[in-house]
């Protein structure tokens, strides 16, 4: 047994008791992490500064080096996101239903942790302290691999929480592993009997790699090809606001808008205006042959700039002759993240809230508002766009499932079939 | 574009529409299948009659070809089971949640169906129908393919079910497909971009073939290791009955007890009467070196027969010295589908349903209960070992996922962060 399987064994094993913390024993270690956090900030700082003068070396991108930067502010978000999450209601141990079978014999469905929880993420040391601490709170072990450029910062950062939590108690010491290298991913995709969930972040062709490669079911993530759609009854200054927020601020996310539907009757009346805006901001319009009279630096678009991600100034525009081309169009091109209207008539709010397969539908608002923290879940281990398990921003309740416990008193199967069967009553009791 | 993937990609174009029916018109179209059953029997029977004559050729064994046959027993209850189906509530377009994020910032969870579901089940005709009304009643396109022992019976059933919706509304006629190859099995799990779940029905080395072979998401079902443990404060007489009714009521399924563990200070009292009732049903026990003694007829069990699922008359038995060895043995050999105790104990109940990681823990009652038309579905998909998504017996509830949908009134993200940031309310609504 390699050394990693020993640890992924182990792990295994605490799950079991890990699952079964009470609430206020996880909600003290929570605590614990946060004041930890707080007093070693200098050591912390230090190594995340060792990572950053190595990228700085290497000219890793600047976006990157924001992401990879762990300082005062990022300090904060993080411990005050965990004082968030010490606040939520505990998810597990919850009676979720509860049915009378038949005289005496009651079905009961019970929230639980999920098991072991393997997170693949990028180089963002703030990350590694959020999905810890999601962890922690919905009972969870945790499998952490961070991104290679953040090595020292996570490396003290999963010190500091692992050496709080197991002050508070030590069977917490299990709960926890970090992994560092490639070599220790490729064996972990291996080991579905130790591994019950793999969260990977990161690009499309990443998530696909670990799904080809593991039968650990995968909570995945595609891109964000993320629409908005400029309906004929739209409010023209909302929908001029509304697209410069959702394209220019912040664009190398996944739910910033990356293109733009206006439907042929308003047009005329909001493109001049909201393409001068966004030229302004220096944005790059990929325009259909029907809009790009509106722009002075609009090229063509191509139909591979409706299937593209941008993350950049850039912008696909295309003009619809109804509300039902738009849907089409998204339903066709779109990765199912977030894509959002612009409208003033309910039955085309209703119409498009219904028939846009995507995992949040924003109305009147900017596609940037899809996230965790905004969604009010305290963090998120990352979003989802399947249509299975967890979909959209994913807090807590992606990482619960539960169980059935029948209790009955010398009940057989055998005395509900046949000639003589006794019914069932199934009656719902909660 | 092959002649399956212009299918396919019609069913996925009819998905949208599919998930927005209203529930009169799934109902009505979930009696019509009811009626048209019932009123094309002699046409079915015919073409069940035609695979039990070419089954009986190739010599099926019997509990196949019971499971084969489709007879006025099996149609009463399919029919039953669907105006059971028509009677719960719809499972889709139901407000799971709504949060204020800020004043007129409104973010709402919205049940919705997965979309397009593919199905390889069984030789087992009825297993047909109950997977299409399922299907119907959750919004759900479905894609079937079943055992090839079943192929003109399933033909029939299909072409009954299909012509009975689509009368009801020309809208259901691209929602249901039945494929019929093992070729178009492999291809269509290449299809990730139109089918959204599949749910295999069959051997752990099936779901895991289907796993290493498609990107698709697998609603998976591994071995059914069931255990029972009867603990110290067990009542003998309670252990007798339901031991003998998980072994012997029907081997041949995945929710029959294949390993008895009986705790030391009762083994005695419980063990000679008990292995006399089996043996006397003849079943053949693989006993542990403590508890031999008690049998006639048994053989030594070996480490091999701990993670055995027998499927047929033989128990696997084993003496453990406390309940805590029983829960550890449980989570070290069983596969999380059912285990249950024999307790009047309070506190020992408490502990055993909390620590079993499990999909089913029953307490005083046979592991034969675990199913979805005892658990009061109305009828299963399958049952899931999984820990993600759903687990256990899967009704309507494992075919629906949510949508987020976020209702602004010309809301940004810029005004939410910086210097002058506003905050959110994130005040619960529902």
Redesign the interface.
């Given at each position: 047994m390699s050394e990693l399987e020993e640890r992924l064994k182990k792990i295994k094993q605490a799950?079991?008791?890990c699952g079964?913390f009470p609430t206020s024993l996880k909600n003290k270690a929570l605590e614990a992490v946060a004041v930890a956090l707080e007093k070693n900030f200098a050591d912390i700082k230090k190594a995340n500064q060792q990572d950053l003068e190595e990228a700085e070396k290497c000219n890793l991108a600047q976006p990157l080096l924001k992401r990879l930067k762990f300082d005062e502010d990022k300090l904060h978000d993080v411990v005050s996101g965990i004082r968030g999450l010490i606040k939520l209601d505990d998810p597990v141990n919850q009676k979720l239903s509860a049915?009378l079978?038949d005289d005496g014999?009651t079905?009961i469905k019970v929230s639980v942790a999920?098991?072991v929880i393997g997170v693949i993420f990028e180089s963002r040391p703030d990350a590694l302290v959020q999905i810890a601490a999601l962890c922690i709170k919905s009972g969870n072990c945790a499998v952490l691999k961070g991104g290679s450029e953040a090595l020292h910062s996570n490396r003290k950062l999963f010190e500091v929480i692992k050496n709080a939590v197991s002050e508070v108690d030590a069977g917490f010491a299990d709960t926890l592993a970090l992994i560092e290298t490639r070599e220790d991913v490729s064996e972990l995709l291996q080991y579905n009997k130790y591994i019950?969930?793999i969260i990977p972040r990161g690009s499309n062709a990443f998530v696909?790699y670990i799904?080809?490669n593991s039968?650990i079911?995968?909570?995945g993530h595609a891109d964000g090809i993320c629409h908005l759609y400029i309906d004929k009854y739209a409010?023209v200054?909302?929908a001029k606001?509304?697209v410069?927020?959702?394209k220019t601020?912040?664009v190398s996310v996944c739910n910033a808008t990356e293109t733009l539907l206006v439907h042929k009757d308003i047009a005329e009346k909001v493109l001049p205006e909201l393409f001068a805006e966004l030229e302004a901001r220096k944005v790059k319009l990929h325009c259909c042959e029907r809009c790009t009279k509106y722009s002075v630096n609009a090229v063509v678009a191509t139909d591979e700039d409706w299937a593209t991600e941008y993350l950049d100034y850039e912008l696909s525009v295309k003009v619809v002759d109804s509300i039902e081309d738009a849907v089409s169009h998204i339903?066709t091109y779109g990765s199912g993240h977030t894509d959002g209207i612009i409208t003033e008539d309910a039955e085309c709010?209703k119409y498009f809230?219904?028939?846009v397969?995507?995992?949040?539908?924003?109305?009147?608002?900017?596609t940037?508002?899809?996230d965790g923290f905004?969604?009010?879940m305290g963090a998120e281990v990352g979003v989802s766009t399947?249509?299975?398990?967890a979909?959209?921003?994913v807090g807590l309740e992606g990482l619960i499932?539960?169980?059935?416990?029948?209790?009955?008193?010398?009940?057989?199967?055998?005395d509900?079939?046949g000639t003589n069967a006794k019914p069932?009553q199934?009656r719902k009791l909660s």
């Amino acid at each position: 047994m390699s050394e990693l399987e020993e640890r992924l064994k182990k792990i295994k094993q605490a799950s079991v008791n890990c699952g079964n913390f009470p609430t206020s024993l996880k909600n003290k270690a929570l605590e614990a992490v946060a004041v930890a956090l707080e007093k070693n900030f200098a050591d912390i700082k230090k190594a995340n500064q060792q990572d950053l003068e190595e990228a700085e070396k290497c000219n890793l991108a600047q976006p990157l080096l924001k992401r990879l930067k762990f300082d005062e502010d990022k300090l904060h978000d993080v411990v005050s996101g965990i004082r968030g999450l010490i606040k939520l209601d505990d998810p597990v141990n919850q009676k979720l239903s509860a049915m009378l079978l038949d005289d005496g014999l009651t079905l009961i469905k019970v929230s639980v942790a999920i098991g072991v929880i393997g997170v693949i993420f990028e180089s963002r040391p703030d990350a590694l302290v959020q999905i810890a601490a999601l962890c922690i709170k919905s009972g969870n072990c945790a499998v952490l691999k961070g991104g290679s450029e953040a090595l020292h910062s996570n490396r003290k950062l999963f010190e500091v929480i692992k050496n709080a939590v197991s002050e508070v108690d030590a069977g917490f010491a299990d709960t926890l592993a970090l992994i560092e290298t490639r070599e220790d991913v490729s064996e972990l995709l291996q080991y579905n009997k130790y591994i019950n969930l793999i969260i990977p972040r990161g690009s499309n062709a990443f998530v696909q790699y670990i799904q080809k490669n593991s039968l650990i079911p995968v909570l995945g993530h595609a891109d964000g090809i993320c629409h908005l759609y400029i309906d004929k009854y739209a409010d023209v200054n909302k929908a001029k606001k509304v697209v410069v927020d959702a394209k220019t601020q912040y664009v190398s996310v996944c739910n910033a808008t990356e293109t733009l539907l206006v439907h042929k009757d308003i047009a005329e009346k909001v493109l001049p205006e909201l393409f001068a805006e966004l030229e302004a901001r220096k944005v790059k319009l990929h325009c259909c042959e029907r809009c790009t009279k509106y722009s002075v630096n609009a090229v063509v678009a191509t139909d591979e700039d409706w299937a593209t991600e941008y993350l950049d100034y850039e912008l696909s525009v295309k003009v619809v002759d109804s509300i039902e081309d738009a849907v089409s169009h998204i339903n066709t091109y779109g990765s199912g993240h977030t894509d959002g209207i612009i409208t003033e008539d309910a039955e085309c709010r209703k119409y498009f809230e219904a028939y846009v397969d995507t995992s949040s539908v924003v109305v009147n608002c900017s596609t940037r508002f899809a996230d965790g923290f905004r969604y009010g879940m305290g963090a998120e281990v990352g979003v989802s766009t399947n249509k299975y398990h967890a979909r959209g921003p994913v807090g807590l309740e992606g990482l619960i499932i539960y169980k059935y416990i029948l209790e009955g008193d010398g009940h057989i199967v055998a005395d509900y079939v046949g000639t003589n069967a006794k019914p069932y009553q199934h009656r719902k009791l909660s």
